[in-house]
């Protein structure tokens, strides 16, 4: 199972930018799929999460700014970053908290997938 993200950029505040992020492998389902991001000197912290049910749960910082959808036909997640502030800079990375998938003789878990992380820089 890999999570491979794409759409970050440069922007200036007050833009918008629409991140991607896609799980391959042969993946039966995903439950919990989010955003995370982690700026220069600082901790990761948790951006945005949605349930397979579509159930959402937002960071206080980016309420209102953002917002994560997904399509689980096509096991990608997206983020949808409007009205950004220089302190949205940072390494956004994707995350699948449980995969099903398929390994060519059995069904079985992956937990905590990662993707490769995606640079958002806003200036002001």
């Known amino acids: 199972v890999q999570l491979q993200a794409s759409g970050g950029g440069l922007v200036q505040a007050g833009g918008s930018l629409r991140l991607s992020c896609t799980a391959s492998?042969?993946?039966?389902?995903?439950?919990?799929m989010g955003w995370y991001r982690q700026a220069p000197g600082k901790q990761r912290e948790l951006v945005a999460t949605?349930?397979?049910?579509?159930?959402?749960n937002y960071a206080d910082s980016v309420k209102g700014r953002f917002t994560i959808s997904r399509d689980n036909a096509r096991n990608t997640v997206y983020l949808q970053m409007n009205s950004l502030k220089p302190e949205d800079t940072a390494v956004y990375y994707c995350?699948?908290?449980?995969?099903?998938?398929?390994?060519?003789?059995?069904?079985?878990?992956?937990?905590?997938?990662w993707g490769q992380g995606t640079q958002v820089t806003v200036s002001s």
């Open positions: 995350n699948a908290d449980r995969v099903r998938y398929w390994t060519g003789r059995e069904s079985t878990y992956a937990y905590n997938c």
């Open positions: 492998g042969s993946i039966f389902s995903i439950d919990t």
């Open positions: 949605i349930t397979s049910g579509g159930s959402t």
